[in-house]
C-alpha cells in the first residue's frame, strides 16, 4: 500500500513538475506587437490599425525570424458569416510547409515547437480569399524576435480568378466536394506564389474565385477593373495605395469566367484595363496569360483574343506587353480546377518564360 501510495505521490508530482516547466516555457515567451519593425508584411493590408493589421486577400503573408525553440502567433478571425474560418499556411525554414486553420474569432496558435535551440525564419501565408473574411495578425510570442533576412528585390504580381487565387486544388486534408467551397483552397502553393518562389521575388496574388474582365459568374456583380484598386478586392472597400507595391512584373489570367464573348467588345476592354496597368507600374512588364483550366473552344477563343490586344499595345507604343499561352489544359483539382501537382506544373512553365523574359 505504502509503495502504492509513493508511486502514486511521484506520477502527481511529475505531472506538476511537467505542467510547470511548460508554464514557464510558456512565461519565457515574450509578446512582439504587430507593429513591431522586424516583422515583414507582403500583400495588399489595411494598416489602419497597425497594432492588428488586417488582411483579406489570397497569398498575403508575414515573415518573421526569431530565436528559441518555438512560437506562437495572435491571430484574429473576421468568422464571417458567424463559421467560417480562414486556412493558413505555415512555413518554418526549410522544413515541408503545412496549412492549418483558425477555430474561433481569437487564435494563440503554437506554430513552432519542439524546433532546435537557435535561429529561425517563419512565413504565415493566408491561403483562403476575400469572400471568406480577414484575419487581423496581433503579434508573435518567442524568446526573441530577431531582425528578418533582406526581401528579395524582384517583385510578381498575378492578376487572376480562382485557379490563381489556388482554389480546389489541395485536396490533403477534404477530398472534392466535401466540406465547404473554400476547403480545398492553398493560396501559399499556387502557380503565382511557386514562380515567385523559384525565381526569388515577393508575389501579390490580386485574385478573385469567380471574377471575370467583363462577366463574372456565381452571381457576382463586380468585374476585376472595377476592384483591382482595392484593399479588400470589392468595389466597396478600402483604396489601395499602389506605391506600396510596385512590381517588376504583372500576369494577367483572366477570361474563364468571361467564356466566350464578343471580340471586340473583349478586346478593348482588355486593351482599357491593360492601360490602368501602366498608369499604375509605368516600369513593369505584363503579361497576358491564357486559362490554363479553359476547354479547347475557350482557350482558342482566349488566345484569339489575347493576340490581338498585345499585338495593339505594341503597335501603339507599349513594347512591354506580352503574351504567354499555357502547353497544355489543367484540371485534375475539384471543379476542374488544377490541382496542386498541376500548379507545380504551371508554375515550372512560368518560371521558365519569365526568366527567358527578365534575364532571371
Same mark, same amino acid.
Given at each position: 500500500? %505504502?509503495k =502504492? +501510495?509513493?508511486?502514486?505521490?511521484?506520477?502527481? #508530482?511529475?505531472? &506538476?513538475?511537467?505542467? !510547470?516547466?511548460?508554464a514557464?516555457?510558456?512565461?519565457?515567451?515574450?509578446?512582439?506587437?504587430a507593429?513591431?519593425?522586424?516583422?515583414q508584411?507582403?500583400?495588399?493590408?489595411?494598416?489602419?490599425?497597425?497594432?492588428?493589421?488586417?488582411?483579406?486577400?489570397?497569398?498575403?503573408?508575414?515573415?518573421?525570424?526569431?530565436?528559441?525553440?518555438?512560437?506562437?502567433?495572435?491571430?484574429?478571425?473576421?468568422?464571417?458569416?458567424?463559421?467560417?474560418?480562414n486556412?493558413?499556411?505555415?512555413?518554418?525554414?526549410?522544413?515541408?510547409?503545412?496549412?492549418?486553420?483558425?477555430?474561433?474569432?481569437?487564435?494563440?496558435?503554437?506554430?513552432?515547437e519542439?524546433?532546435?535551440?537557435?535561429?529561425?525564419t517563419?512565413?504565415?501565408?493566408?491561403?483562403?480569399?476575400?469572400? %471568406?473574411? =480577414? +484575419?487581423?495578425?496581433v503579434?508573435?510570442r518567442? #524568446?526573441?524576435? &530577431?531582425?528578418?533576412? !533582406?526581401?528579395p528585390?524582384?517583385?510578381?504580381?498575378?492578376?487572376?480568378?480562382?485557379?490563381?487565387?489556388?482554389?480546389?486544388?489541395?485536396?490533403?486534408?477534404?477530398?472534392?466536394?466535401?466540406?465547404?467551397?473554400?476547403?480545398?483552397?492553398?493560396?501559399?502553393?499556387?502557380?503565382?506564389?511557386?514562380?515567385?518562389?523559384?525565381?526569388?521575388?515577393?508575389?501579390?496574388?490580386?485574385?478573385?474565385?469567380?471574377?471575370?474582365?467583363?462577366?463574372?459568374?456565381?452571381?457576382?456583380?463586380?468585374?476585376?477593373?472595377?476592384?483591382?484598386?482595392?484593399?479588400?478586392?470589392?468595389?466597396?472597400?478600402?483604396?489601395?495605395?499602389?506605391?506600396?507595391?510596385?512590381?517588376?512584373?504583372?500576369?494577367?489570367?483572366?477570361?474563364?469566367?468571361?467564356?466566350?464573348?464578343?471580340?471586340?467588345?473583349?478586346?478593348?476592354s482588355?486593351?482599357?484595363?491593360i492601360?490602368?496597368?501602366?498608369?499604375?507600374?509605368?516600369?513593369?512588364d505584363?503579361?497576358?496569360?491564357?486559362?490554363?483550366?479553359a476547354?479547347?473552344?475557350?482557350?482558342?477563343?482566349?488566345?484569339?483574343?489575347?493576340?490581338?490586344?498585345t499585338?495593339?499595345a505594341?503597335?501603339?507604343?507599349?513594347?512591354?506587353?506580352?503574351?504567354?499561352?499555357?502547353?497544355?489544359?489543367?484540371?485534375?483539382?475539384?471543379?476542374?480546377h488544377?490541382?496542386?501537382?498541376e500548379?507545380?506544373?504551371?508554375?515550372?512553365e512560368?518560371?521558365?518564360?519569365?526568366?527567358?523574359?527578365?534575364?532571371?
Amino acid at each position: 500500500m %505504502i509503495k =502504492y +501510495i509513493s508511486g502514486l505521490l511521484f506520477a502527481v #508530482l511529475l505531472q &506538476l513538475s511537467m505542467s !510547470a516547466s511548460a508554464a514557464m516555457l510558456n512565461d519565457s515567451l515574450k509578446l512582439y506587437k504587430a507593429d513591431n519593425t522586424y516583422i515583414q508584411y507582403v500583400g495588399r493590408i489595411d494598416f489602419n490599425n497597425p497594432l492588428k493589421p488586417r488582411m483579406w486577400a489570397p497569398g498575403v503573408y508575414i515573415k518573421a525570424s526569431f530565436k528559441g525553440n518555438k512560437c506562437q502567433l495572435l491571430i484574429n478571425d473576421e468568422v464571417m458569416y458567424g463559421k467560417s474560418h480562414n486556412y493558413l499556411e505555415i512555413a518554418v525554414d526549410d522544413n515541408k510547409p503545412y496549412r492549418i486553420q483558425t477555430t474561433s474569432k481569437t487564435n494563440v496558435i503554437t506554430v513552432a515547437e519542439g524546433l532546435a535551440n537557435g535561429e529561425h525564419t517563419i512565413l504565415i501565408c493566408k491561403d483562403t480569399e476575400s469572400q %471568406i473574411g =480577414y +484575419i487581423d495578425f496581433v503579434g508573435i510570442r518567442c #524568446l526573441e524576435l &530577431l531582425p528578418p533576412p !533582406a526581401q528579395p528585390k524582384r517583385k510578381i504580381e498575378y492578376i487572376g480568378d480562382s485557379i490563381t487565387s489556388g482554389a480546389g486544388m489541395d485536396q490533403s486534408e477534404m477530398p472534392c466536394g466535401k466540406g465547404e467551397w473554400y476547403d480545398q483552397h492553398n493560396a501559399y502553393m499556387t502557380y503565382g506564389a511557386r514562380t515567385s518562389r523559384n525565381l526569388n521575388a515577393q508575389w501579390q496574388l490580386t485574385s478573385v474565385a469567380g471574377i471575370g474582365l467583363v462577366h463574372s459568374c456565381c452571381n457576382m456583380d463586380v468585374t476585376m477593373p472595377q476592384v483591382f484598386d482595392k484593399v479588400y478586392l470589392r468595389n466597396d472597400s478600402l483604396a489601395w495605395d499602389f506605391k506600396r507595391y510596385q512590381p517588376d512584373v504583372v500576369t494577367l489570367c483572366l477570361g474563364q469566367n468571361d467564356g466566350i464573348q464578343d471580340s471586340v467588345m473583349y478586346c478593348e476592354s482588355y486593351g482599357k484595363f491593360i492601360k490602368t496597368l501602366r498608369q499604375k507600374y509605368p516600369a513593369a512588364d505584363i503579361v497576358c496569360l491564357s486559362s490554363p483550366m479553359a476547354d479547347e473552344k475557350l482557350t482558342l477563343a482566349l488566345q484569339s483574343y489575347i493576340t490581338a490586344i498585345t499585338a495593339d499595345a505594341n503597335l501603339n507604343g507599349d513594347k512591354k506587353v506580352y503574351k504567354y499561352f499555357f502547353s497544355r489544359r489543367y484540371y485534375q483539382g475539384c471543379g476542374t480546377h488544377p490541382d496542386m501537382k498541376e500548379h507545380q506544373f504551371i508554375a515550372d512553365e512560368l518560371t521558365a518564360y519569365l526568366k527567358q523574359l527578365k534575364g532571371w
